[in-house]
């Protein structure tokens, strides 16, 4: 499934919450894992404060060498449960140097903790991850810093939204992969959105929504799903469907809650077309909802020639810090 699995620390028990979920994404212990840390500049405040020059270099050691011992130990705990692992600490913006390593050493998963602050001269969870987010090419799993970690993590039900766009459907391939990997299942979700303002504004004048049109949209998603079924099929892989109505964030966290979803595999950034979802907003909603993990990867928005001008139009951006954990 993975050979590659960056997964960034800081030192803080939050950020190490992310190893609960190792093994089913790791379950061949072949895969290299990459412990990474980044001292950033603003661990290095309190030293800074002092005008001795010797002091403030004593103080920089101190850091780094504490976060070198604690990668250590990570390692060396890992290695024992028979993992290959290797540690890899950098000097620089947290989320730079996370996304550096993974192109670097062709990590294909980021695996990390977000939401919160971990603690005094420690990142901020939440910022850094929006941030690898946006500039990461990686899929990346992102665990809420509130899940519950009383009970060994099995992925028995995937859910996978899809709104009929390619930009959607770039993360079949991947919910595919991990089910196939660990036996799950998959739920695909359709959710047909109700026409906003906006959206009637883009129609003919003249035209108003009728029972006919809305009975169109239902055959048009069963039909899509019906072909999305047939490439899991394909592949051996059990899946299920349903079509609701609603706002797509909600609809989302309303499944994940109702059917018990252990992950939730879907895209991210970029409105996906016309009357589509906007993924960026939504996939920030879902992360500070879900009651499971989530494993986002960035879509490349496929543009048609006729519809260039409109996709100019900036995109939203997955915005960590819009809600409380």
């Not at 024992?80 to 950098?90: K, P």
């Not at 009929?164 to 992969?177: C, F, I, K, R, T």
């Not at 879902?286 to 989530?294: E, I, K, R, S």
């Amino acid at each position: 499934m993975f050979h590659k699995i960056l997964i960034p620390l800081d030192t803080s028990p939050l950020a190490e919450r992310v190893l609960h979920y190792l093994p089913q994404f790791a379950r061949n212990k072949e895969v290299e894992l990459l412990l990474v840390g980044a001292i950033e500049p603003s661990m290095y405040t309190y030293a800074m404060a002092s005008d001795e020059p010797l002091l403030i270099s004593r103080l920089m050691e101190d850091i780094e060498q504490g976060f070198r011992e604690y990668l250590a130990g990570i390692q060396d705990r890992l290695l024992n449960e028979g993992y290959r692992v290797s540690t890899h600490l950098l000097h620089g913006d947290a989320a730079q140097c996370i996304s550096d390593v993974a192109t670097r050493e062709k990590c294909d998963l980021i695996a990390m903790t977000t939401h919160g602050r971990t603690g005094f001269s420690r990142w901020m969870l939440g910022s850094v991850a929006d941030r690898v987010i946006r500039t990461a090419d990686q899929p990346i799993l992102l665990l809420r810093a509130d899940l519950d970690l009383s009970a060994p993590y099995v992925v028995n039900h995937i859910l996978l939204p899809l709104d009929g766009s390619d930009l959607a459907e770039q993360a079949l391939p991947l919910a595919q992969n991990v089910a196939r990997q660990t036996n799950a299942d998959v739920l695909m979700l359709h959710v047909l959105q109700q026409l906003t303002f906006v959206d009637q504004q883009l129609l003919d004048q003249t035209y108003l929504p009728s029972e006919s049109y809305e009975n169109e949209r239902m055959a048009n998603a069963r039909n899509y799903l019906a072909k999305m079924s047939d490439r899991l099929h394909m592949a051996q892989v059990h899946s299920s469907s349903e079509i609701v109505t609603g706002e797509p964030g909600k609809a989302i966290l309303d499944r994940a809650a109702a059917d018990k979803i252990d992950l939730i595999v879907m895209s991210s950034h970029g409105r996906s077309g016309y009357s589509r979802w906007a993924y960026g907003s939504i996939a920030a909603k879902v992360l500070h909802g879900a009651p499971c993990p989530l494993l986002l990867m960035r879509g490349i928005q496929k543009v048609r020639v006729e519809d260039a001008e409109v996709l100019k139009a900036s995109a939203p951006v997955l915005d960590m810090q819009a809600e409380p954990a």
